[in-house]
């Protein structure tokens, strides 16, 4: 099944990956930047932990899936604009996978999943562990700045009438779902 060109699993995985990199962006900012209580830092800290954990393999599926995909494409019979795409995208999954590989190593303690299960703590040196947690806010950043161009240029090709939202739409997969 596929929608307009995306298929189901890959509008799945964009929906999933935005909703996970929006709500640990924002959340992660928002502590970083604001005064906020220590318990709810820590509750935020905990959930953007657990949260990308648990992300991780979805996002190496979707990276994968993106290999292969970008692999099929001639480079030469893009546009201009078709290469500008895919290297800004191609952008975002190294800006994603360089916070989520940072995010693990920057750990000072084991990895709570939910309080499901622990992963041991990859690091001990704390010199590491901090150029990490440098390298990860930093990252964050740059990934914060991409996505805002994304969204940005969704806005652009939706007011131009290229309905791009229509094509990566999860109502387009139910509406499709119940013709079946």
């Known amino acids: 099944m596929s929608v307009m060109g995306y298929s189901r699993q890959r509008v799945w995985l964009h929906w999933l990956s935005a909703a996970v990199i929006i709500w640990t962006l924002a959340s992660g900012f928002y502590v970083a930047c604001v005064e906020v209580p220590v318990r709810v830092s820590e509750w935020v800290a905990f959930m953007n932990v657990s949260l990308t954990t648990v992300f991780i393999?979805?996002?190496?599926?979707?990276?994968?899936?993106?290999?292969?995909?970008?692999?099929?494409?001639?480079?030469?019979?893009?546009?201009?604009?078709?290469?500008?795409?895919?290297?800004?995208?191609?952008?975002?999954?190294?800006?994603?996978?360089?916070?989520?590989?940072?995010g693990v190593l920057m750990m000072d303690r084991p990895i709570d999943?939910?309080?499901?299960?622990e992963i041991a703590q990859p690091l001990a040196d704390p010199a590491l562990i901090s150029r990490f947690v440098?390298?990860?806010?930093?990252?964050?950043?740059?990934?914060?700045?991409?996505?805002?161009?994304?969204?940005?240029?969704?806005?652009v090709h939706e007011a131009c009438g290229h309905r791009v939202l229509r094509r990566m739409s999860l109502c387009s997969l139910v509406r499709s779902e119940r013709l079946k």
């Open 57 to 102: 393999p979805f996002f190496a599926w979707r990276l994968f899936i993106f290999g292969v995909h970008a692999r099929s494409i001639s480079v030469s019979t893009l546009s201009l604009m078709e290469k500008l795409a895919l290297f800004v995208h191609t952008l975002i999954y190294v800006a994603v996978t360089v916070v989520l590989v940072t």
């Open 113 to 117: 999943v939910f309080g499901v299960f």
């Open 134 to 155: 440098t390298i990860h806010f930093g990252s964050s950043l740059v990934l914060l700045l991409l996505i805002v161009m994304h969204v940005g240029a969704v806005i």
